[in-house]
């Protein structure tokens, strides 16, 4: 049932009971049936066509039809703010015609103090525009005239502003798959093409853009990472000017859906420098936020990113109760689509690394395949180097030794023809056959110990494998158990 399963779980019970109402009048019919089952089980297609009885044909017409009608419904709830203020953009146009040109001229000087206030510079083009037609025989014309060509250049520059943003945000996530110096050179190359931009204009939505990208990159790429600490004045700053931004404009449709992104950078920045104590109260503010963060798509990238840090910081802490938090609700609900890759990816190793981490290797190993099995990775070396790296692993601990093997097997094979990229997988491989050979355990221990101590000596290079994952004394012993329990 996917997305209808989705969207019919997250209503609130209010929310629920209108769209029945709407849908099917609560008859008991086939679309009331259809949503009463989506809302109280997890089903499969196949007993919903057998519980309606009805073809595939006419079921996949039918959930087509609900999931149209759901859509339509829901969106008149997405919440617009600045609504008011557009409806008044919108009878800009009739201000030509009005029958008193000095109130229509008033009312739109009115609209323009608003306008720029809340950089709104697509709806200022009109504006001007109309002020200049409206000033037509009169020397005011060659200034309205003027600032109507300035804001379409600088409502081109905000939009060309945007669009770098997101592929900005897109190719990091490709980086952080792939690990290529090609790569990080267009990171680099977008975030230098948004920092150009917002040099040329004063515009706090350029502001915001720029330095949301900018802090992402400070403490995501290697070779910035260790000057990081000695910005903590600088970050501080930033941040509370964007706070600022975002509660000076209430009504701003953008900054009220993403101002939560404030505590998710402070977040970031203080695990990076290793800030636990400051990681901690920022952590809990995005806690709270979690149920609105999960249901905003746009969101994706900066939830993802925020679960990626929150890996970083339980190896510093070891806090399982934060680690895990919201994790089940958030696989639930959480919708991402598998041609967003860096997020899909992320998540599902991210609930893979919570299993781990909660000692339930079984259900960490399935996760990974569960990826490895909807998505091809073939695009993402590094990654699927890392993933099947990570299966291996769950199967050794769990002394599942041909799934181990074989996973190696198809690993040598895969890193074959690369150079000292690698050198710390071939290494953890090394390890894995290692503690799967029957040996004296004592031994045996003493000499995984000793291994997993210099692979992580070894994986601090470019391409650093199960960077995520901490072994201690337990799971080695499990490793170096030749009887499994």
């Given at each position: 049932?996917?997305?209808?399963?989705?969207?019919?779980?997250k209503?609130?019970?209010?929310?629920?009971?209108?769209?029945?109402?709407?849908?099917?009048?609560?008859?008991?019919?086939?679309?009331?049936?259809?949503?009463?089952?989506?809302?109280?089980?997890?089903?499969?297609?196949?007993?919903?066509?057998?519980?309606?009885?009805?073809?595939?044909?006419?079921?996949?017409?039918?959930?087509?039809?609900?999931?149209?009608?759901?859509?339509?419904?829901?969106?008149?709830?997405v919440?617009?703010?600045?609504?008011?203020l557009?409806?008044?953009?919108?009878?800009?146009p009739?201000?030509?015609?009005?029958?008193?040109?000095?109130?229509?001229?008033?009312?739109?000087?009115e609209?323009?103090?608003?306008?720029?206030?809340?950089?709104?510079?697509?709806?200022?083009?009109?504006?001007?525009?109309?002020?200049?037609?409206?000033?037509?025989?009169?020397?005011?014309?060659?200034?309205?005239?003027?600032?109507?060509?300035?804001h379409?250049?600088?409502?081109?520059?905000?939009?060309?502003?945007?669009?770098?943003?997101?592929?900005?945000?897109?190719?990091?996530?490709?980086?952080?798959?792939?690990?290529?110096?090609?790569?990080l050179?267009?990171?680099?190359?977008?975030?230098?093409?948004?920092?150009?931009?917002?040099e040329?204009?004063?515009?706090?939505?350029?502001?915001v853009?720029?330095?949301?990208?900018?802090?992402y990159?400070?403490?995501?790429?290697?070779?910035?990472?260790?000057?990081?600490?000695?910005?903590?004045?600088?970050?501080?700053?930033?941040?509370?000017?964007?706070?600022q931004?975002?509660?000076?404009?209430p009504?701003?449709?953008?900054?009220?859906n993403?101002?939560?992104?404030?505590?998710?950078?402070?977040?970031?920045?203080?695990?990076?420098?290793?800030?636990?104590?400051?990681?901690?109260?920022?952590?809990?503010?995005?806690?709270?936020?979690?149920?609105d963060?999960?249901e905003?798509?746009?969101?994706?990238?900066?939830?993802?990113?925020?679960?990626?840090?929150?890996?970083?910081?339980?190896?510093?802490d070891g806090?399982?109760?934060?680690?895990?938090?919201?994790a089940?609700?958030?696989?639930?609900?959480?919708?991402?689509?598998?041609?967003?890759?860096?997020h899909y990816?992320?998540?599902?190793?991210?609930?893979?690394?919570v299993?781990?981490y909660?000692?339930?290797?079984?259900?960490?190993?399935?996760?990974?395949?569960?990826?490895?099995?909807?998505?091809s990775?073939?695009?993402?070396?590094?990654?699927?180097?890392?993933?099947?790296?990570?299966?291996?692993?769950?199967?050794?601990?769990?002394?599942?030794?041909?799934?181990?093997?074989?996973?190696?097997?198809?690993?040598?094979?895969?890193?074959?023809e690369q150079?000292?990229?690698?050198?710390?997988?071939?290494?953890?491989?090394?390890?894995?056959k290692?503690?799967?050979?029957?040996?004296?355990?004592?031994?045996?221990?003493?000499?995984?110990?000793?291994?997993?101590?210099?692979?992580?000596?070894?994986?601090?290079g470019?391409?650093?494998?199960l960077?995520?994952?901490k072994?201690?004394?337990?799971?080695?012993?499990?490793?170096?158990?030749p009887i499994?329990?």
């Open positions: 049932m996917d997305i209808l399963n989705k969207t019919i779980k209503l609130s019970e209010d929310e629920y009971q209108q769209l029945l109402q709407e849908v099917s009048g609560k008859k008991r019919n086939k679309p009331y049936m259809v949503l009463e089952t989506t809302r109280t089980r997890d089903i499969e297609d196949s007993e919903m066509m057998h519980i309606l009885q009805v073809n595939p044909s006419a079921y996949y017409t039918l959930k087509s039809r609900l999931n149209s009608k759901i859509a339509a419904i829901l969106s008149k709830k919440q617009n703010p600045i609504q008011t557009m409806d008044e953009v919108s009878r800009v009739a201000h030509l015609f009005g029958n008193n040109r000095e109130f229509s001229v008033r009312a739109l000087r609209l323009e103090k608003q306008l720029i206030e809340y950089d709104l510079n697509a709806e200022l083009i009109l504006v001007y525009k109309t002020l200049a037609q409206l000033h037509l025989y009169t020397e005011e014309y060659e200034m309205y005239e003027t600032k109507f060509n300035k379409v250049a600088f409502s081109l520059a905000v939009s060309k502003a945007e669009g770098l943003f997101f592929r900005f945000i897109k190719k990091l996530g490709v980086y952080q798959l792939n690990g290529q110096e090609s790569d050179e267009e990171v680099i190359m977008l975030k230098r093409e948004l920092s150009n931009i917002c040329l204009y004063d515009s706090h939505r350029l502001y853009l720029y330095n949301i990208a900018r802090i990159y400070l403490c995501n790429v290697p070779h910035k990472l260790d000057g990081l600490k000695s910005r903590e004045l600088e970050m501080e700053a930033v941040l509370q000017k964007m706070t931004i975002f509660e000076k404009y009504l701003d449709t953008f900054y009220q993403i101002k939560c992104i404030t505590d998710m950078l402070y977040f970031e920045y203080y695990v990076r420098t290793a800030n636990i104590v400051r990681a901690d109260h920022y952590l809990q503010r995005v806690h709270e936020a979690m149920p963060l999960t905003k798509h746009l969101l994706n990238f900066f939830v993802v990113q925020f679960l990626r840090s929150k890996v970083l910081k339980f190896q510093v806090n399982l109760d934060h680690l895990q938090y919201y089940d609700k958030m696989e639930k609900y959480q919708d991402i689509d598998m041609n967003e890759a860096y990816i992320s998540m599902k190793r991210f609930m893979a690394t299993k781990y909660q000692r339930d290797f079984q259900g960490a190993a399935r996760k990974i395949n569960e990826l490895r099995n909807q998505m990775l073939k695009h993402f070396l590094y990654t699927d180097i890392d993933s099947k790296l990570f299966q291996a692993l769950q199967y050794c601990i769990l002394g599942d030794d041909s799934l181990c093997m074989q996973i190696i097997s198809s690993l040598k094979r895969q890193i074959r150079d000292a990229e690698y050198e710390s997988a071939r290494y953890m491989m090394k390890m894995l290692t503690a799967l050979k029957p040996a004296d355990y004592r031994r045996k221990i003493k000499r995984i110990t000793e291994m997993w101590n210099e692979f992580e000596q070894l994986n601090k470019s391409f650093p494998v960077s995520y994952v072994a201690d004394e337990n799971v080695l012993r499990r490793m170096s158990n499994k329990d």
